[in-house]
């Protein structure tokens, strides 16, 4: 099936990236199944990596601006005792070191990782993405040019130990769960925490378990959404993590033409808990409730008509206006999600 024309579909999904592919390997494929050239992925994943990769599909690659500075949560081994130059199990092997006793003890690596929680200025992986000078760090790096990268800041929100493996006296394996900000490499984090225990170490098994408000739980296999590509479309809405109003009829024209609006004209509403949801009357808002907190300045507010996400709109508090920061030409549809 070709994918290089545009369809109708304007929706989120969530996909179980498997190991092997690259994030660019799944946005192909999901293009094949929607047959649709615009698709886009709201944050890479490593081709060793696996789990939550949010995708867009037409008109809705506008959000991906939008979702891309959630924090995201991730369960990994961290492997004592072997260094590689990608700082994970691909790489090339690089350096051994002897592994300290107390790398075996839970305590140690409890505190260890307790200790971790907070701000940092992480250096990323020679390997990686990031653009230097016009070209990516890994091209400059496979051609034997020397990488300057400079660190940048990090947040760990989180960091547990799931349980330690003593496979040899040459190697330990760590089992961890962390929750990062935006633009954390977990390649570097078991990279540094192989130098806070005075040895070295590299990633493996890295699965990406939530993107700010998606969870595993909800994402398909691709061939789960190539059997059903419409079955499990994901609420863009809930996904933004921002407030949001419903429109009435008359304020839907000037949402879709991209005009400006007083913000006194349309309460605002909020996502909850599934313990603290409220019904408001329809299906396709619940787990909602309205918000009397006020606007702040240039805070993004999602514009809801019905079963689409019509736009996105900025505060400006100058002002006291409402105006078009997003819009998308069909709206995005809403998924199986907003009746929960």
């Known amino acids: 099936m070709g994918h290089r024309g545009s369809s109708n579909a304007s929706l989120v999904i969530g996909i179980d990236k498997p190991k092997g592919m690259s994030s660019h390997d799944v946005v192909d494929r999901v293009r094949e199944i929607y047959s649709e050239r615009r698709v886009g992925h709201t944050g890479t994943l490593d081709p060793a990596a696996t789990g939550v990769l949010v995708l867009c599909v037409g008109p809705a690659t506008r959000l991906d601006q939008f979702l891309t500075g959630h924090q995201k949560s991730y369960d990994f081994d961290v492997v004592f005792g072997t260094a590689t130059d990608t700082d994970d199990a691909e790489g090339t092997v690089i350096k051994q070191a002897p592994i300290p006793s107390n790398v075996r003890s839970e305590d140690y690596a409890i505190s260890l990782l307790e200790k971790l929680i907070g701000d940092h200025q992480q250096l990323p992986p020679i390997y990686s993405a990031i653009t230097v000078h016009g070209q990516r760090a890994y091209k400059a790096a496979r051609k034997g040019s020397i990488v300057d990268l400079k660190p940048r800041a990090i947040t760990i929100y989180r960091a547990s130990l799931r349980g330690i493996d003593c496979v040899s006296s040459a190697t330990v394996i760590w089992h961890v769960s962390a929750t990062v900000s935006k633009g954390t490499y977990i390649r570097s984090l078991a990279r540094d925490i192989g130098h806070a225990c005075l040895t070295c170490a590299h990633t493996d098994a890295l699965r990406r378990t939530r993107s700010g408000r998606l969870s595993i739980d909800e994402c398909l296999t691709l061939d789960e959404l190539a059997s059903d590509p419409y079955g499990s479309l994901l609420d863009p809405v809930r996904l933004l993590d921002v407030r949001c109003m419903f429109l009435h009829d008359e304020h839907a024209d000037d949402v879709k033409a991209g005009r400006p609006f007083s913000s006194d004209q349309i309460d605002t509403y909020v996502y ?22 006020p606007l702040t300045d240039g805070e993004i507010i999602s514009m809801v008509l019905g079963n689409r996400l019509l736009a996105l709109y900025r505060f400006d508090a100058a002002e006291n206006m409402l105006r078009s920061a997003c819009g998308f030409a069909i709206g995005v549809e809403r998924g199986y999600d907003i009746s929960r």
């Open 272 to 293: 909850r808990d599934q313990s603290q949801r409220m019904k408001l009357g329809c299906g396709c808002s619940s787990g909602v409730y309205k918000d009397e907190d």
